[in-house]
């Protein structure tokens, strides 16, 4: 995140008569300064992520058997509904046939039954119980194609499938892991939030997504998030999706979360040297009518180099940010000097 600070900061080594070590004869102690002035500034924060698969299944039989066919080649593409494994049904085709053959006798008869029925030839208990017995082998013939397809493993989901776990001729039971299956486009990613931002990243709010050993920035929008605070961490998992077309997002690595929530227009903003810790909180060292004061702030927004502050400070006061450990409150001191550059301006303070 990159502030835009408008407030300017005087630096310098000191002339002959000052030389920054303290005051005395030698006249008040040169320092360096910075003004407070407003300056917008991103709210946010950085978080770890780690990418999700959108879908991502291990393999399974749900018979036991011997494989004959592997329809897949380890790493590759396959689509929704692809043959992956085939295993040995001999034996259940044959009972299948079988079966069909029974029930094709069985609907013969209930056919010349009804016929009979309706001449009354047969009682209508009769032909009750040759309707049962066709209904019966449907049942049969239906249980038996069913129990078929489980001897052929399909892809849930089009994706990208892992290395294989098993061989041809090999022998698969249920629980035995063929390979994993992994959909990455989009991909997501899981990242957690500190409990008092949660309420401000909703759905539809957009992250940005770096990983390492790309230059590449990604856009994640977010759309679920655990519906409880961690009690551990005091913070709440949030999942957002982004688009993954060329594969560069790797289920199971680690993201940098950029987290983006508005910007403070009016902020108050010192580099970040220039806060010192103090009993019971922090303070920062005015100068004020040519001596140092000191003012209790809290701090804010953090970047590299820079801290947002609250507090007994407003726009125009001046800050002391060097020689603060030699500085005490109502010493003499005085802004060091030094040539301003042409081009010197604003200084930017960068947030990663």
Not at 303 to 308: F, G, I, N, S, W
Request: charged share 25%.
């Amino acid at each position: 995140m990159v502030p835009m600070v408008a407030a300017w900061s005087l630096a310098g080594c000191g002339n002959g008569d000052g030389n920054g070590m303290g005051g005395g004869p030698s006249g008040p102690m040169a320092v360096q300064v910075h003004v407070l002035a407003p300056t917008p500034l991103e709210d946010g924060f950085t978080a770890s992520g780690t990418l999700v698969a959108n879908e991502s299944v291990a393999l399974q039989s749900e018979v036991s058997g011997r494989i004959t066919q592997i329809g897949f080649e380890e790493g590759g593409r396959v689509s929704a509904g692809q043959v992956l494994l085939r295993i040995d049904d001999d034996d259940l085709q044959a009972q299948l046939r079988k079966a069909e053959a029974e029930l094709q006798l069985a609907q013969v008869t209930e056919e010349r039954q009804a016929r009979l029925l309706e001449a009354k030839g047969i009682s209508q208990e009769a032909f009750d119980a040759t309707r049962t017995e066709r209904t019966g082998r449907e049942a049969a013939v239906d249980n038996l194609r069913a129990l078929l397809d489980k001897y052929t493993v399909r892809a849930p989901f089009s994706g990208t499938i892992g290395l294989r776990r098993v061989s041809p001729g090999g022998y698969v039971a249920p629980g035995t892991v063929i390979a994993t299956l992994v959909q990455a486009d989009p991909i997501k990613v899981d990242f957690a939030v500190p409990e008092r931002h949660a309420r401000r990243l909703r759905p539809g709010g957009t992250v940005d997504l770096t990983v390492e050993g790309d230059t590449a920035h990604w856009t994640a929008v977010v759309y679920a998030g655990e519906a409880d605070v961690d009690p551990g961490t005091r913070s709440i998992s949030i999942r957002a999706r982004c688009p993954n077309p060329d594969g560069r997002l790797t289920p199971g690595g680690y993201a940098r979360v950029e987290v983006r929530l508005g910007t403070i227009a009016d902020a108050l903003v010192v580099p970040s040297d220039a806060l010192v810790p103090d009993i019971g909180g922090e303070k920062v060292m005015l100068m004020k009518g040519g001596k140092a004061r000191s003012a209790r702030v809290r701090s804010g927004i953090r970047t590299e180099t820079a801290v947002q502050i609250f507090g007994d400070v407003r726009p125009g006061d001046t800050v002391i940010t060097s020689a603060l450990l030699a500085v005490r409150d109502g010493m003499a001191v005085r802004p060091a000097e030094r040539k301003r550059s042409p081009n010197a301006g604003a200084r930017k303070m960068q947030e990663p």
